[in-house]
T-cell receptor, first 109, second 115 residues
């Protein structure tokens, strides 16, 4: 079983819509969760971090964490074509930093 | 966010030679650095985790004698690909974290091509 699982997509949404990205993790004691965005040929860049259950909002992005279900999600409101990228869910456990395989998002103009 | 600088951004080397990649945290002390490899259209694969002053911890299947990692200071880690072969051609990315459980910031990546 992989430490972090994501649907590879691609997920296609029209411009202006809400994109919903999901992630599950296997280690119940995980404490730190992150969403990164990676454009083709580039390194990942950090979008959101979340450490406690509930929602965390930052601009058009909302991260949601449910530790009981071992589930993390990212909502992107008012999606723009520039949001088209691969979104990586990451879990930081003690001294390990694992990534999911990423979900490719396409925002169509 | 914090800045992590990785050098070189790309390198071409001959088969059998060694290549060193540097990863520096410019504005914070990186207690932990991570090295990843990414093949085209695939996910990031964690190769090893290194803590300053300690030996790196390698993931299963990663040859520690081939991929030498040194984390000599709180701002610098190096990855040396020894006796490189064409199958080692990949995108190598480092990331650094300043605290246990905290965010990790990525370098720009190094595209290695072995000919």
């Amino acid at each position: 079983q992989k430490e972090v699982e994501q649907n590879s997509g691609p997920l296609s949404v029209p411009e202006g819509a809400i994109a919903s990205l999901n992630c599950t993790y296997s280690d119940r004691v995980s404490q730190s969760f992150f969403w990164y965005r990676q454009y083709s040929g580039k390194s990942p860049e950090l979008i959101m971090s979340i450490y406690s259950n509930g929602d965390k909002e930052d601009g058009r992005f909302t991260a949601q964490l449910n530790k009981a279900s071992q589930y993390v999600s990212l909502l992107i409101r008012d999606s723009q074509p520039s949001d088209s990228a691969t979104y990586l869910c990451a879990v930081h456990n003690f001294n390990k930093f694992y990534f999911g395989s990423g979900t490719k998002l396409n925002v169509k103009p | 966010g914090a800045v992590v600088s990785q050098h070189p951004s790309w390198v071409i080397c001959k088969s059998g030679t060694s290549v060193k990649i540097e990863c520096r945290s410019l504005d914070f002390q990186a207690t932990t650095m991570f090295w990843y490899r990414q093949f085209p259209k695939q996910s990031l694969m964690l190769m090893a985790t290194s803590n300053e002053g300690s030996k790196a911890t390698y993931e299963q299947g990663v040859e520690k004698d081939k991929f030498l990692i040194n984390h000599a200071s709180l701002t610098l880690s190096t990855l040396t690909v020894t006796s490189a072969h064409p199958e080692d051609s990949s995108f190598y990315i480092c990331s650094a974290s300043g605290e246990t459980g905290g965010e990790a910031f990525f370098g720009q990546g190094t595209r290695l091509t072995v000919v």
